[in-house]
């Protein structure tokens, strides 16, 4: 089975400062990893993802993601932060064998932007 | 033009009630799924349809049932409404590749009294 950890429910950060939301992930085959991003009332829209290739995977909004193997880890990080990027995110991850056809989520982060 | 639509938006409806929600994707997706997210905006996969047959279906009262009646479309009929279902209901499709990405629809946000 696989399971994601979402570090912080909450973050804040000011205007123009890096964002950096971390994610860890368990799985016991290669894994597919999934930024996604909600605004308010509103469904869930992908940011990038991880499939295979170029562990540095580059998003929409200026978002990007590392994929560390050896660290399970799919951190996003955004260079300057917006104030339209305030926005609920969630790291997911599915992996790839029999059983495990399902995108698992985090538990999300809110992330606020201090103008 | 809506890739992945949902009707109600809204749904606010007593205990005991039955109701449905309706899924269409636009997108030729084979995959379709639905998720329902809670007050602490957790989100966790209730079944999975591929090509209008039942892949997933998780830990779901079967006061839930599912049903496609073909491809593009997926809905949910809640039977016998309890306070606990008020949440919000996404509906998803994905093409073949488990490495692709899912197409959320807007939600429906259900409130049971």
Known sequence: AQSVTQLGSHVSVSEGALVLLRCNYSSSVP???FWYVQYPNQGL???LK???GATLVKGINGFEAEFKKSETSF?????SAHMSDAAEYF???VGVGFGNEKLTFGTGTRLTIIP | DTAVSQTPKYLVTQMGNDKSIKCEQNLGHDTMYWYKQDSKKFLKIMFSYNNKELIINETVPNRFSPK???KAHLNLHINSLELGDS???FCASRGTSL???QYFGPGTRLLVL
């Open chain 1, 31 to 33: 894994p597919y990893l």
């Open chain 1, 45 to 47: 829209q992908l940011l």
């Open chain 1, 50 to 52: 991880y499939t295979t």
């Open chain 1, 75 to 79: 951190h996003l990080t955004k260079p």
């Open chain 1, 91 to 93: 790291c997911a991850v």
């Open chain 2, 68 to 70: 496609s009646p073909d």
């Open chain 2, 87 to 89: 949440a919000v209901y």
């Open chain 2, 99 to 101: 490495r692709e990405t």
